[in-house]
């Protein structure tokens, strides 16, 4: 079972487990709110070893008739409200989702699993939890969580929780916590796909604050293949931390990808960047994110496979290849919600 399959990394996991593991049955949750969209997974959906239940990972009953009727071995657990602006807003949603989905998951995988030898119970979770770093020092694993957002504090308790039924009930867990993530199919109203969409219309590119927050971008087929590690190779209790090493502030990221959009357009050299915009940080922004990945890279072997500029390319590319796609994603009540959420800054 991999939850929250038909959102931006969980795609990626999905495509990825479909494709290199035939025989391997994956069954993908998913409500799919706003930010789930069957199309990312077009090219896999109809593979014989794949199947979509549309469901809602706080409904017991269907989470629990979902164990039974694909007796599920395995769960890689992706679905959660992700969006730190949007936790700001409204927190509850989060909290629902994030925290009482995940006891409702690690509830039926205790209940189901008898032999808790032979199964694997995989949450996937982010740097978030860790808090703001100054500008020296990585979170490792042993960093205290300092959650400060609605967003990272609903992460931080869902993790708690994965490891409270790990000591107290024995369920066999996994957990990892990776940094931003950029790449395809990604819902645009985080920095990079907002970005790319709104220089494609014209529209300001609206920087929070002074624009000098630090993030540590990975390319989203790194993470899928991380996960990949620690769901085979990784440790039963154990978390591990995935990143790429790869610090940018939000300005220095957004002038580099202007530099690449006008070229790719065809644009005079400085046309989107005429577009940056600074607005009103964001409330309790945090400062910077930096991932030591030693454990994972020491431990499991794994590595990043591409350089942002590489990955940042490809990225672009594929936004100009599937406009339709951001049309699809975009239609209905998001482009109000964005435009309401930019007015009011
Ligand atoms: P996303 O918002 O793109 O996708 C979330 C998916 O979960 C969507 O398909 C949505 O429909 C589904 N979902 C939401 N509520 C649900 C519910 N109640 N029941 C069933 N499905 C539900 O998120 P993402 O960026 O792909 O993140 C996936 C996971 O990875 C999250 O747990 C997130 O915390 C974590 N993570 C994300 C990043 C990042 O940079 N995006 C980095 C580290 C960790
Ligand atoms: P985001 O993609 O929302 O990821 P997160 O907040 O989980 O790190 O934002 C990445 C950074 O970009 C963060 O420092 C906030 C900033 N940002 C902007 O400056 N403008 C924007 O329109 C957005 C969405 C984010």
């Known amino acids: 079972m991999i939850t929250g399959g038909a959102g931006f990394i969980g795609s990626h996991v999905v495509r990825r487990f479909v494709t290199n593991y035939p025989d391997y049955q994956i069954i ?6 706003y930010a789930g969209n069957l199309e990312n997974l077009i090219d896999v959906e109809h593979k014989d070893n794949y199947v979509f239940e549309k ?26 409200e992700s969006h730190v602006d949007r936790s700001i807003e409204g927190p509850m949603e989060f909290v629902l989702t994030n925290v009482v989905g995940t006891v409702t998951l ?50 931080a308790s869902s993790d708690h929780f994965v490891r409270a039924y790990f000591h107290t ?44 927050n630090i993030r540590d971008w990975l390319w989203v087929e790194d993470h899928a293949s991380a996960i990949d590690a620690v769901f085979h190779k990784g440790k039963i209790g ?27 357009l065809g644009r005079p050299e ?44 490809k990225t672009i590319d594929w936004y100009l290849a599937n406009k339709e796609w951001i049309d699809k994603v975009t239609s209905g009540s998001y482009q109000n919600y964005y435009d309401q959420q930019y007015n009011n800054r």
């Open 55 to 80: 469901a809602d990972i706080l409904d017991k009953k269907s989470v629990t008739d979902l164990f039974s009727k694909y007796t599920i071995t395995d769960v890689i657990h992706l679905a959660a």
């Open 169 to 212: 009930f024995q369920l066999p867990v996994k957990m990892s916590n990776c940094s931003n993530n950029y790449g395809s199919h990604h819902f645009p109203e985080k920095l990079i796909p907002l970005m790319i969409n709104n220089i494609l219309n014209d529209k300001p590119l609206p920087i929070y604050g002074n624009g000098l």
């Open 270 to 313: 400085g046309s989107a960047a005429k577009l940056i915009t600074y607005i009103k940080d964001r409330a309790g922004h945090d400062q910077r994110y930096a991932i030591d990945a030693s454990k994972i890279r020491e431990e499991l072997g794994w590595t990043p496979s591409i350089n942002f500029e590489d990955g940042l390319s």
């Open 106 to 155: 690690l509830e039926a995988a205790k209940d189901a699993w008898t032999d808790k030898n032979e199964h694997v119970f995989y949450h996937v979770s982010t740097d978030e939890v860790f808090g703001s770093l100054e500008s020296e020092g990585f979170f490792t694993e042993n960093t205290p969580y300092d959650p400060r957002s609605p967003y990272s504090a609903s992460k």
């Open 238 to 264: 154990e978390s591990y931390n995935i990143g790429g090493l790869n610090e940018w502030t939000n300005i220095d990221l957004v002038m580099f990808l202007c530099q690449l959009m006008d070229q790719k």
């Open 28 to 33: 993908n949750i998913d409500k799919l709110t």
